[in-house]
């Protein structure tokens, strides 16, 4: 599979034409990390959002104990580092590779550069990171509304 | 140099010019690959062979002074050897005379022994006879004492005897121990000796090897200059300004913004992964550090045919039933 067929099947480019996606594809920039390295870390600034294409990662984050806790596992063609690309924060968790992985990344100028040619695509880019989001949301919800 | 719309310069790499131009440059990228592989090999090589044959040189010294070493515990030990050797010939000559004054203790002995059978007789003959009883006592006090002598003596004559095996004994020992040491001394020689042929060898090889890499230097800076040649050209040929990976075309309707061509690949030092010819956008302030892919379509307009959100927006919405409280 090319770049533009592993971009289609991710939910972060859900309904973006081929021209979008062959756009997009241009924009990101492949990545390799081996099992057991550190993608980012807690607390560290970034502007780019990774979207796996093969492999696993974990999501961990400090207790107040300063103890990592696992809280989820992602696999490709899932996508992570959307929340400080949209809230300009430091990242909320650390992501560590499980097994060899590849990465497209997408910095939040390749993504201004996509807006310029394709702003009706971009669009859909934010509404598929808010739908996530909103997904994520429902499950936290719940989980709340189940330890009530 | 004349700016440039998009088309002009696509027109530009597919002219048969560029791509002659081009398949010149990638020829000449790969012979300077190769040679810059060749050097590097070869300084690498250099590097080792200077280094063995240094080492090999170290060790060779240190093996020479090691057998100096070994010879001087062979002439110490064959000293040693010859000095228990006369050692052992002067207890040799100890244990002689030990050994005569055995013998006399013996015959002192064998006499009182008969002197006092005789007075023994004596008294038997005459019994009651006091000078004979009294000789006898004589006698055999006598005989006890030549008897404590003998005793005496052949210990001393054993003793004598030890002294003179043990000497034997470390005497041949060390005199065996001569031999392995020279032996040894020898061996150690020979393995300098060799080391000292083969760090010769290696700095011979790295004569050579060091004129090797020199013409591997001289054929890559060639290479070198042929591509810096070829990259020059492109300059004048196409009418474009040229860094070593790029070339930069200014564009026509953007007078801030340029075109830029590159001519590696390269997918971690940019913000995008760089393919060769393929073509990317630079403002004129931040050139290659921020590369926007030049893309040759765009979005189509609703009035087009892109009815996206009102799929996404207003679609099933309608349908669904209401959620059960």
């Given at each position: 599979?090319?770049?533009?067929?592993?971009l289609?099947?991710?939910?972060?480019?859900?309904?973006?034409?081929?021209?979008?996606?062959?756009?997009?594809?241009?924009?990101?920039?492949?990545?390799h990390?081996?099992?057991?390295?550190?993608?980012?870390?807690e607390?560290?600034?970034?502007?780019?959002?990774?979207i796996?294409?093969?492999?696993?990662?974990?999501?961990?984050?400090r207790?107040?104990t300063?103890?990592?806790?696992?809280?989820?596992?992602?696999?490709?063609?899932?996508?992570f580092?959307?929340?400080?690309?949209?809230?300009?924060e430091?990242?909320?968790?650390?992501?560590?590779?499980?097994t060899?992985?590849?990465?497209?990344?997408?910095?939040?100028?390749?993504?201004?550069?996509?807006?310029?040619?394709?702003?009706?695509?971009?669009?859909?880019i934010?509404?598929?990171?808010?739908r996530v989001?909103?997904?994520?949301?429902?499950?936290?919800?719940?989980?709340?509304?189940?330890?009530? | 140099?004349?700016?440039?719309?998009?088309?002009?310069?696509?027109?530009?790499?597919?002219?048969h010019?560029?791509q002659?131009?081009?398949?010149?440059?990638q020829?000449?990228?790969?012979?300077?690959?190769?040679?810059?592989?060749?050097e590097?090999?070869?300084?690498?090589?250099?590097?080792?062979?200077?280094?063995?044959a240094?080492h090999t040189?170290?060790?060779?010294?240190?093996?020479?002074?090691?057998?100096?070493?070994?010879?001087?515990?062979?002439?110490?030990?064959?000293?040693?050897?010859?000095?228990l050797?006369?050692?052992?010939?002067?207890?040799v000559?100890?244990?002689e005379?030990?050994?005569?004054?055995?013998?006399?203790?013996?015959?002192?002995?064998?006499?009182?022994?008969?002197?006092?059978?005789?007075?023994?007789?004596a008294?038997?003959?005459?019994?009651?006879?006091a000078?004979?009883?009294?000789?006898?006592?004589?006698?055999?006090?006598?005989?006890?004492?030549?008897?404590?002598?003998?005793?005496?003596?052949e210990?001393?004559?054993a003793?004598?005897?030890?002294?003179v095996?043990?000497?034997?004994?470390?005497?041949t020992?060390a005199?065996?121990?001569?031999?392995?040491?020279?032996?040894?001394?020898?061996?150690i020689?020979k393995?300098?000796?060799?080391?000292?042929?083969?760090?010769?060898?290696?700095?011979?090889?790295?004569?050579?090897?060091?004129?090797?890499?020199?013409?591997?230097?001289?054929?890559?800076?060639?290479?070198?200059r042929?591509?810096?040649?070829?990259?020059?050209?492109?300059?004048?040929r196409?009418d474009?300004?040229?860094?070593?990976?790029?070339?930069?075309?200014?564009?026509?309707?953007?007078?801030?913004h340029?075109?830029?061509?590159?001519?590696?690949?390269?997918?971690?030092?940019?913000?995008?992964?760089?393919?060769?010819?393929?073509?990317?956008?630079?403002?004129?302030?931040?050139?290659?550090?921020?590369?926007?892919p030049?893309?040759?379509?765009?979005?189509?307009?609703?009035?087009?045919?892109?009815?996206?959100?009102?799929?996404?927006?207003?679609?099933d919405?309608g349908?669904k039933?209401?959620?059960?409280?």
């Amino acid at each position: 599979m090319n770049k533009v067929d592993h971009l289609a099947q991710s939910p972060l480019f859900e309904r973006l034409s081929t021209e979008e996606l062959s756009y997009i594809s241009s924009l990101s920039r492949p990545t390799h990390v081996r099992a057991g390295e550190r993608i980012f870390e807690e607390g560290s600034i970034g502007d780019s959002v990774y979207i796996i294409i093969k492999g696993q990662v974990e999501v961990s984050r400090r207790d107040i104990t300063g103890e990592s806790k696992r809280l989820a596992t992602i696999s490709a063609p899932d996508f992570f580092g959307e929340m400080s690309l949209i809230q300009k924060e430091f990242r909320s968790a650390s992501i560590t590779a499980l097994t060899d992985v590849e990465l497209l990344q997408m910095s939040a100028e390749n993504l201004v550069a996509f807006r310029r040619r394709y702003r009706d695509g971009f669009t859909f880019i934010v509404i598929n990171i808010a739908r996530v989001l909103a997904a994520r949301l429902r499950e936290s919800s719940a989980r709340l509304a189940a330890r009530l | 140099m004349k700016p440039r719309r998009l088309e002009e310069l696509c027109d530009l790499i597919q002219s048969h010019e560029f791509q002659s131009w081009w398949t010149e440059l990638q020829r000449a990228r790969a012979e300077e690959d190769t040679a810059q592989e060749r050097e590097d090999e070869l300084r690498s090589q250099l590097a080792l062979v200077e280094f063995r044959a240094e080492h090999t040189q170290r060790e060779a010294i240190d093996a020479l002074s090691l057998a100096g070493s070994a010879d001087d515990d062979a002439a110490r030990t064959a000293a040693e050897s010859n000095t228990l050797e006369n050692q052992a010939y002067v207890a040799v000559g100890e244990f002689e005379e030990q050994r005569y004054r055995a013998s006399d203790a013996y015959y002192h002995q064998g006499a009182a022994e008969r002197l006092v059978e005789q007075c023994n007789e004596a008294l038997r003959k005459h019994p009651g006879d006091a000078r004979a009883a009294d000789a006898l006592a004589q006698a055999r006090e006598a005989l006890t004492r030549s008897s404590a002598t003998l005793d005496h003596e052949e210990r001393r004559k054993a003793v004598a005897w030890a002294r003179v095996e043990a000497l034997w004994e470390r005497s041949t020992a060390a005199g065996l121990l001569v031999a392995e040491q020279k032996v040894r001394a020898g061996r150690i020689r020979k393995r300098a000796e060799r080391m000292f042929a083969e760090a010769e060898e290696r700095k011979l090889r790295a004569v050579e090897l060091r004129s090797q890499a020199t013409a591997a230097t001289a054929a890559r800076r060639n290479a070198e200059r042929r591509v810096n040649g070829l990259v020059d050209q492109a300059r004048v040929r196409f009418d474009c300004s040229a860094g070593s990976d790029f070339l930069y075309f200014p564009q026509k309707d953007h007078p801030r913004h340029a075109f830029c061509l590159p001519l590696v690949e390269d997918r971690e030092s940019y913000n995008v992964e760089v393919v060769a010819l393929a073509l990317y956008t630079v403002d004129h302030q931040r050139g290659i550090s921020f590369l926007e892919p030049v893309g040759t379509g765009s979005a189509p307009s609703i009035s087009e045919g892109d009815s996206r959100f009102e799929e996404f927006l207003l679609k099933d919405r309608g349908d669904k039933a209401p959620r059960p409280s």
